[in-house]
């Protein structure tokens, strides 16, 4: 019986024996049958997690949070790619919910009816994360990203930038990408100020990316004195254009990009940018699906985090 509530990840034994039961199993090569367990309980001890893409350099860290925050819970998570398409996503979320897994955690607000249908009627906790402009299925966890639009032109403003263009990768598919442009012009528009210039791109993005849409905008709007950036990545790629050409950063140019990349630490100058809060995401998510709410709430809640506004070398300080 004691060997069974081990298996089974009961919490009514001690630590000390389930160490010592566990560490036989191992020694046996004992590995539980947890289809048979699933026939009898109806669910499985897996999370699904759903994200955009997992080259992404931005998921890395939310995946971290998740796996940190599972790791004592007997829960397994599995990871699913939809490359932004919300069919490609609608398939993922249908093979997922068939094994019955214990929860779901999604990137994002925005989906398809019937993936909306399906994770409603999926009957376990379903948390969608990274954004909290919207209304969620059950739980959300967060960052206001028309905040943080609306934050880095207020910034740039006050730096005294005027001539301000904008440069975006998976545009459309990226709706977090799209609320932060939204939240950035409502600012601009508040100030009187309308932006001068946009670059899209609907692929990926890179640093050679970044350094090719920064060299079409600025060829074509030559007295753009801020260009404000989807990503840190392309963000850095044009950063590393505006040097090479041998513009003054943040003196006659500034930039700005989204998401706090530490990989870009070591650039001659720290890129503006704005920190997601992305490990805290993925952390309090899969709380929430393993029930380690203190509150003792079981779905319905709302966790939004602040974006934190980092100024680096590439904005003027304000006088």
Same mark, same amino acid.
């Given at each position: ?140 966890? @967060?960052? &206001?990203?028309?905040?943080? =639009? $609306? !934050?880095?032109?207020? /910034? +740039? %403003? #006050? *730096? ?42 609907? @692929?990926? &993005?890179?640093?050679?990316? =970044? $350094? !090719?849409?920064?060299? /079409? +905008? %600025? #060829? *074509? ?99």
């Amino acid at each position: 019986m004691t060997v069974s509530r081990v298996l089974r990840n009961r919490a009514d034994v001690s630590p000390a024996t389930r160490d010592k039961v566990l560490a036989a199993a191992k020694a046996l090569g004992y590995v539980p049958n947890k289809i048979a367990g699933a026939l009898a309980s109806q669910r499985v001890n897996l999370v699904g997690v759903v994200i955009p893409s997992l080259a992404n350099m931005v998921f890395p860290e939310v995946l971290g949070g998740i796996s940190d925050a599972l790791e004592d819970s007997g829960l397994q998570p599995v990871f699913g790619a939809t490359d932004y398409k919300p069919d490609r996503e609608e398939n993922v979320i249908y093979e997922m919910l068939s094994w019955r897994p214990s929860g779901m955690i999604l990137a994002g607000l925005e989906h398809s009816d019937a993936s909306r249908a399906m994770l409603s009627a999926a009957g376990v906790p379903i948390v969608e994360i990274m954004d909290i402009d919207g209304t969620p299925i059950d739980s959300m966890v @967060g960052i &206001s990203h028309k905040r943080a =639009g $609306r !934050e880095m032109a207020e /910034a +740039i %403003l #006050a *730096a005294g930038y005027r001539r301000i263009g904008f440069l975006g990768s998976k545009m459309p598919d990226d709706h977090r990408a799209r609320k932060r442009l939204e939240g950035f012009t409502e600012a601009l528009t508040a100030a009187g100020i309308s932006l001068a210039a946009t670059e899209h791109y609907a @692929g990926g &993005s890179s640093l050679a990316k =970044g $350094r !090719e849409m920064t060299a /079409a +905008i %600025l #060829a *074509a709007n030559p007295d753009l004195d801020f260009l404000y950036y989807s990503n840190d990545m392309i963000g850095a790629g044009g950063l590393l254009y505006c040097l090479d050409q041998g513009l003054d950063v943040p003196g006659q140019i500034g930039l700005a990009g989204f998401n706090g990349l530490e990989l870009l630490d070591g650039l001659r100058l720290r890129l503006a940018t704005t920190d997601a809060c992305r490990r805290e995401i993925g952390r309090h998510a899969a709380e929430i699906v393993a029930g380690k709410n203190t509150d003792g709430m079981i779905g319905g809640k709302i966790i939004e985090l602040s974006p934190r506004m980092q100024p680096g070398d590439t904005i003027r300080p304000v006088r």
